[in-house]
Nanobody
Framework: QVQLVESGGGLVQAGGSLRLSCAASGRTFGRYTMGWFRQAPGKEREFVAA????????YYTTSVKGRFTISRDNAKNTVYLQMNILKPEDTAVYYC???????????WGQGTQVTVSS
């Protein structure tokens, strides 16, 4: 069983920055692609970013490219999401998840709230 715990959310003004962290339990963290998703009120959960096992390959949804950066530290079993130039439309609960590679994202964190005021 893998546990994912997000932290770092909060309230920030538009144009500000936040850094989200997701700490994973277990010894297999480095074997898996990790992703960040978000869900705004009344909307479906959407993909934000993902990072490959070694951290070399990264992927972003178009709306966050150039503003968000995903990274990981396999020694610390942690994946990060640096969010800059935040906009009110970035307001959502942010989740990290593990990509099983076969069955899609199989483990999810509890989420952390990000609120961007205008």
């Amino acid at each position: 069983q893998v546990q994912l715990v997000e932290s770092g959310g909060g309230l920030v003004q538009a144009g500000g920055s936040l850094r989200l962290s997701c700490a994973a339990s277990g010894r297999t963290f480095g074997r898996y692609t990790m992703g960040w998703f978000r869900q705004a009120p009344g909307k479906e959960r959407e993909f934000v970013a993902a990072i490959g096992r070694t951290g070399i390959n990264t992927y972003y949804t178009t709306s966050v490219k150039g503003r968000f950066t995903i990274s990981r530290d396999n020694a610390k079993n942690t994946v990060y999401l640096q969010m800059n130039i935040l906009k009110p439309e970035d307001t959502a609960v942010y989740y990290c998840a593990r990509d099983s590679g076969v069955s899609g994202y199989d483990y999810w964190g509890q989420g952390t709230q990000v609120t961007v005021s205008s």
